[in-house]
């Protein structure tokens, strides 16, 4: 008994040791100069709503609007509104939801697409017109809400009256005015008045120029697909290129004066909640105290930067890690510049929507490993992709 005891209890200790999640290794003191950073709109701040598409993506359009040059002399900053996004996606996702008996992800959380969708089918709202904010918080807080619709197209999927009514639409979109606003018909910006339509089209906004980009080696290269994450509930679908392809369309649209909206992993440990994203390797081995370390040193005053073991990034790492489920539909950005840190290393500038966070006020820095391994997608205007892969895709 005694000798089953000191077994089990070895047993145990190996795999508590076995369970222990991996620490990230410390990260150096980065300092970043900015080598390319095109235009774009104030830190927003999503808190407590699962937003980020809406938010990236919206950001986006608004460098968009300051790109194309399309916002008066008073409006040099435009500031559009996420929640008019939100209320659309909700309604059509809750029509979408019934139809297929509920087999459907309906939560807040969607993709970039989707706010394309909007805009292409309804347009765009200034954020005074429809702040989304009708619930008694000054920040989001959509939880409430969120129940409230779920449980709400639960019950209408059930079709306890054997048949549809003709309320339950009128139903739902009441308490999405309730929270979050109605939506406006008409609003006046810089003493003109306007409809969400025909403010997109003054904006010279044209949906059917966007385009969405993705890289995975389970479809064919230079064809569509709707990638197979929950949130892309509308299916909505994305060219496919190599992964060199990618961040040569992500790098051209950069060095031309575009922005990109990006979906991203966060969930890997080289995430910080201080404003990085490096490609760590939490399995490699510190170089701290190492021979290494030893006979060649490290600058004065600052880590070496050998200390960080960025994972190596290729299509089919990305590919195991999408099917491992490693590799996620976490979180949308948008990526607007380049930088370099004190070793010359590149880094991607990334605006995000957790308010003024972090070292870098609401900006993350992320390593080209990293968005060449933890990217999901990137929505892009059609003319920041290469001539060259624009042929093979077939997009003029």
């Known amino acids: 008994m005694k000798k ?24 150096p003191d980065y300092q970043f100069t900015t080598v390319k950073a095109n235009p774009i709109t104030s830190i927003k701040n999503q808190y407590r709503s699962g937003t980020c598409w809406a938010y990236s993506a919206i950001g986006f359009f608004e460098s968009e609007a300051i790109r194309l040059g399309k916002i008066s002399d008073t409006l040099k900053y435009p500031d559009f509104s996420e929640f008019f996004v939100v209320s659309h996606s909700y309604m059509e996702r809750a029509e979408k939801y019934v139809r297929l008996d509920g087999k459907l992800n309906f939560a807040i959380g969607s993709e970039a697409d989707d706010v394309l969708d909007v805009i292409r089918d309804y347009g765009i709202v200034p954020n005074e017109a429809m702040p989304g904010l009708n619930y008694g918080t000054s920040l989001p807080v959509t939880g409430e809400m969120d129940a409230i619709l779920h449980a709400m197209v639960d019950a209408v ?14 139903a739902i979109q009441a308490v999405l005015d309730e929270y979050l606003g109605k939506i406006p018909e008409k609003f006046v910006v810089d003493g003109k008045e306007f409809t969400p339509a025909s403010y997109r089209d003054a904006l010279k906004i044209n949906p059917a120029d966007y385009v969405t980009v993705t890289s995975f080696t389970h479809h064919p290269f230079y064809t569509k697909f709707a990638i197979e994450v929950s949130d892309n509930w509308r299916w909505d679908q994305a060219w496919n290129v190599p992964v060199d392809e990618f961040m040569t369309i992500l790098d051209n649209a950069i060095n031309n004066g575009y922005t990109v909206a990006w979906g991203a992993d966060v969930s890997h440990p080289g995430f910080t909640r201080d404003g ?35 994972k190596e990034a290729t299509q089919e790492s990305r590919q195991i890690d999408f099917d491992n489920k490693t590799m996620t539909d976490d979180h949308g950005m948008q990526i607007y510049g380049i930088a370099k840190d004190q ?4 880094y991607y500038m990334v605006k995000n929507s957790w308010g003024e966070t972090g070292k870098y006020k609401g900006i993350w820095y992320a390593s080209e490993l990293f968005v060449k391994g933890q990217s999901l997608d990137i929505m892009v205007h059609k003319d920041a992709i290469p001539r060259d892969i624009k042929a093979k895709l077939g997009i003029k």
């Open 157 to 170: 999927v059930k079709n306890p009256n054997r048949t549809l009514s003709t309320a339950w639409k009128r």
């Open 4 to 27: 089953l005891l000191i077994i089990l209890a070895l047993s145990l200790g190996a795999a508590s040791l076995w369970a222990q999640p991996r620490v990230a290794p410390k990260l």
């Open 276 to 310: 990085l994203a490096i490609n760590i390797d939490p399995n490699a081995p510190s170089t701290a105290g190492s021979d290494q370390e030893h006979w060649v040193g490290k600058e004065e005053g600052k880590p070496a930067p050998v200390s960080v073991n960025e």
């Open 343 to 346: 070793w010359g290393k590149k």
